[in-house]
Antibody, heavy 123, light 106 residues
Framework: QVQLVESGGGVVQPGRSLRLPCAAS????????MHWVRQAPGKGLEWVAF????????YYADSVKGRFTISRDNSNNALFLQMNSLRVEDTAVYYC????????????????WGQGTLVTVSS | DIQMTQSPSSLSASVGDRVTITCQAS??????LNWYQQKAGKAPKLLIY???NLETGVPSRFSGNGSGTDFTFTIISLQPEDFATYYC?????????FGQGTRLDI
């Protein structure tokens, strides 16, 4: 069955960096686009970033553009979110999610989600 | 950015009730609208994609409708496990945006 497992969360000071991995299994990872979505404590869902199945196309929310980078390693079935210049307002649970559409270059529905990893940005 | 306005923000209902949630987009998004369910402490779950398509394995008491700017999500005959928060989401345009959520309580 499809499994997405995020890790790498924790407490980090403002201005520092953090890298979140998401390990994928149960499907052919290289065939599907992926997303990062976050949820601040007690708040709604916010889409963060998208990467196409082959890594050639990426999109970002304005709130993270220029600070966060989404990438993938199709050889090792892994998705990443490199987060630089972290701010207090980046505090959230970060989810990776698999797109529903095979071979997508543009975003589609988020069919499978990981359990999330909590990132807390605080001094 | 496309704004998604979801209503109501909260809703109280009983087992067996029929409930409807609406979602309005700030501009035409065709049928590029999805609905998710999120239970406390859990990841969201896709229920309806492309406005009216039921995701595999999702009970038929859930349904969606609409196109353009106005969409509805309905649960007929509420079950105890349906009490959760529901979000609409558009993916017609980047940035992908979600509605603010509807909390469904007993």
């Amino acid at each position: 069955q499809v499994q997405l497992v995020e890790s790498g969360g924790g407490v980090v000071q403002p201005g520092r960096s953090l890298r979140l991995p998401c390990a994928a299994s149960g499907f052919t990872f290289s065939n599907y686009a992926m997303h990062w979505v976050r949820q601040a404590p007690g708040k709604g869902l916010e889409w963060v970033a998208f990467i196409s199945y082959d890594g050639s196309n990426t999109y970002y929310a304005d709130s993270v553009k220029g600070r966060f980078t989404i990438s993938r390693d199709n050889s090792n079935n892994a998705l990443f979110l490199q987060m630089n210049s972290l701010r207090v307002e980046d505090t959230a649970v970060y989810y990776c999610a698999r797109d529903r559409v095979w071979g997508a270059y543009t975003p589609g529905p988020f069919e499978y989600w990981g359990q999330g990893t909590l990132v807390t940005v605080s001094s | 950015d496309i704004q998604m306005t979801q209503s109501p923000s909260s809703l109280s209902a009983s087992v067996g009730d029929r409930v409807t949630i609406t979602c309005q987009a700030s501009r035409d998004i065709s049928h590029y609208l999805n609905w998710y369910q999120q239970k406390a402490g859990k990841a969201p779950k896709l229920l309806i994609y492309d406005a009216s398509n039921l995701e595999t394995g999702v009970p038929s008491r859930f349904s969606g409708n609409g196109s353009g700017t106005d969409f509805t999500f309905t649960i007929i005959s509420l079950q105890p496990e349906d009490f959760a928060t529901y979000y609409c989401q558009q993916y017609d345009n980047v940035p992908i945006t979600f509605g603010q959520g509807t909390r469904l309580d007993i």
